[in-house]
């Protein structure tokens, strides 16, 4: 009698129906068919080299077993064998990846994570997302992933960005929260009926956004959100102007004692000073939910809500009301502080805001909008009316083309024609549309292996540009087969364009308006490996090699049928994880591979001197070119001094830009002392500072209460900031 050790140690008697199953498991993927006879002969050459190798009553080691096993299948039986081998190969390695992520598991456990600034892994529901993503991952990489993929992006030449999710579910989106609140609409087999007030409205817009941005991964952005809520407002409005008028009646006072107009200016005086409270308190609430009730991803929902269109008096209200809470900010008194979320996108449009006087109709807009910029960094700022892209969307259709999460844009998807209109009158459709995943390419590794192997870089560039085409196909099948109960409120309720599907139906019919992204890192290394120089000194061949990508990718959405788009690359963890590739393969080169972190997409290196006019024309080269997501954003270095920051938004408006005001904000948690930059409160000595910095195109805690919520690549980045 012989006893078997199996892997995870425990002992069970030695079972010749084990030995039958596992090979027969070999011989059908291989398809061979072995016989009883077959199976005797197996089974009695087994025990006659275990008789040969053991002493009876001995304890033997599930591994020996299988190359006993093994070897007695290569004698007769060779192509089982090999199948047999292949298999035990693949269960050491999904041993092996789950020791990986048991590991990982520990560390997220004791020690938590930094891989993303807007969660926070202390929270046991953030570990315990962040437990799963990791398991994700693997799987994903293990049975997804070809060979080639898993390679390069083991290596580092391509970076496939949320891999724990893009199975499960989409992108960043432009949601329509309007359309779904109107009529009603069910959601958690709860029916919601259409808010009849601004109260109501605000917590229903606050339990879609909750509810709808866990499931999906990236950006949620609320296009126009202060024409959404201001039907609602209007409602309000009479609302409480009937209030009033009962007040005046049950005070027994007649409408001949009083003068009508009168009457009438009381009433709307009564009624408009009430929706605003309405706006102020709904806001607040809205912030107060988006930073405080972690989604069931285990993060903060990254919610975006874009601004500035409504010229009525109550979509007006809405834009300013959320411009003053926010710069404002939330806490106790003496000790309040701006929140990340929502962050705020101001719609800029020259006819309607201009530079902010009182020629303007939306004057007044943009001026609250400038001061919490100086005050909070958010809102960005897009222009809707200077050159590029999404001016041009908007000035020839009133089309807004508002950014998904931190910089994504979308392709132009026309309503009748799809990609291409297909009349004069065919108009793009943006709202309720998403993004199916990004992957990036490292383009100073690419060129690094080029020249390593004396080959002609758009050579190697290609390979890598197909690689990703193939993953994207990949993708874009597989989720089409998805069902829309994956996520009821956008696949259902209309959430997302099209979405009136059938909880079984298949989510495929929806995607063709769906862009796919290849995503673009450290241009400026690019250039600098290239010749020496960086893209503030040259950039020629950094913009050559972005117009052949452009050309790329234009040629292959015919092809393929699916809107690729090209997205400069907001690297959070990434910027530190390529340095440590590139060092792996190819050392430490300078101004290439020399610091803790490459530059993000486009933009002119950190650390160069040079004023925001500067970096406004260097990066602006670029601006036509990754139409997929961008933004331009400078270092301002002047307090809170708002002509001069005035004087550069309007600037980046007339150039069509997407722009980010910097500054660094800091917060001493002792006394409440706030100033744009300290690390020990000048007033009373404390080190518990709380600081905001811009991570990329968003809001970051550098630190809270002391601690920083970023990795070291992305600090040593911050620190070392002069233009950004």
Known sequence: ???????????????????????????????????????????????????????????????????????????????????????????????????????????????????????????????????????????????????????????????????????????????????????????????????????????????????????????????????????????????????????????????????????????????????????????????????????????????????GLATSKFGKMAAISLLKVHSEGQGKKGFKRPVLFPKIIFLYDKNLHGNGSDKYPSADVFNAGLDCSSKTMYPDWLSLTGDGYVAEMYKKYGRVVSPMGCRAFLSPWYEKGGMHPIDENDKPVFEGRFNLG??????????????????????????????????????????????????????????????????????????????????????????????????????????????????????????????YAIYGTPAESLCGLQIEQFRKIYGIIENVSDKPYVSNSFHCHVSEQMSPIEKQDKEGRFWNLFNGGKIQYCRYNLGYNKEAIKTLILRAMDKGFYEGVNLAMCYCEDCGHQQVEMDICPKCGSKMITKIDRMNGYLGFTRVHGETRYNEAKNAEIADRVSM
């Open 1 to 307: 009698m012989y006893n078997v050790i199996k892997k995870d140690g425990t002992i069970e008697p030695y079972n010749e129906q084990k030995i039958i199953d596992a090979c027969n498991k070999a011989a059908r993927r291989a398809m061979y068919e072995l016989s009883e006879n077959d199976y005797a002969k197996i089974l009695n050459d087994v025990l006659a080299r275990i008789d040969e190798t053991y002493d009876e009553d001995t304890d033997i080691e599930i591994y020996d077993m299988h190359n006993i096993v093994e070897s007695v299948l290569e004698d007769d039986y060779p192509v089982v064998a090999k199948m047999y081998k292949e298999y035990r190969n693949y269960k050491k390695d999904f041993v092996h990846m789950m020791d990986k992520v048991y590991e990982r598991s520990q560390a997220i456990r004791y020690i938590g994570d930094k891989s993303n600034a807007n969660t926070d892994s202390a929270l046991v529901a953030t570990k315990r997302s962040l437990i799963y993503n990791e398991l994700s991952s693997e799987l994903y990489k293990k049975f997804f992933l070809t060979y080639d993929e898993k390679q390069a992006a083991k290596d580092g030449y391509i970076y496939i960005h949320d891999r724990s999710a893009r199975l499960d579910t989409f992108n960043c989106c432009l949601f329509n929260v309007g359309a779904v609140m109107k009529n009603g609409f069910e959601m958690g087999n709860i029916w919601y009926n259409e808010p009849n007030y601004l109260d109501t409205a605000f917590d229903v817009l606050g339990d879609i956004i909750l509810s709808t941005a866990a499931q999906q991964y990236g950006g949620f952005t609320v296009p126009e959100v202060d024409k959404i809520l201001e039907p609602y407002a209007e409602k309000s409005y009479q609302k409480y102007k009937q209030e009033h008028y009962n007040i005046l009646t049950d005070s027994y006072i007649c409408i001949s004692e009083l003068n009508r107009k009168e009457w009438d200016e009381q009433s709307s005086k009564y009624a408009t000073e009430k929706v605003q409270r309405d706006f102020d308190q709904g806001w607040q609430g809205i912030e107060m939910k988006l930073n405080s009730v972690g989604s069931s991803r285990g993060d903060y929902p990254f919610v975006s809500m874009s601004i």
């Open 438 to 563: 990004v992957v990036s390419l490292h383009l100073p590794m690419i060129l690094a292996k080029a020249r390593r192997e004396s080959k002609d870089f758009y050579e190697v560039l290609n390979y890598y540009l197909e690689l990703i085409r193939g993953l994207h196909k990949r993708t874009y099948d597989y989720i089409g087969e998805l069902r829309a109960s994956v996520n009821p409120v956008a696949f259902c309720e209309g959430g997302l364009y099209g979405g009136h599907l059938k909880p079984e139906e298949k989510i495929k019919s929806l995607l063709p308006p769906m862009t796919m992204s290849y995503g673009i890192t450290a241009l400026n290394e690019l250039q600098r490996l290239y010749n020496g120089k960086s893209i503030r000194e040259d950039g020629q061949f950094a913009l050559e090699v972005m117009q052949y990508i452009n050309d790329y990718t234009n040629r292959i959405k015919e092809e393929d049928h699916i809107l």
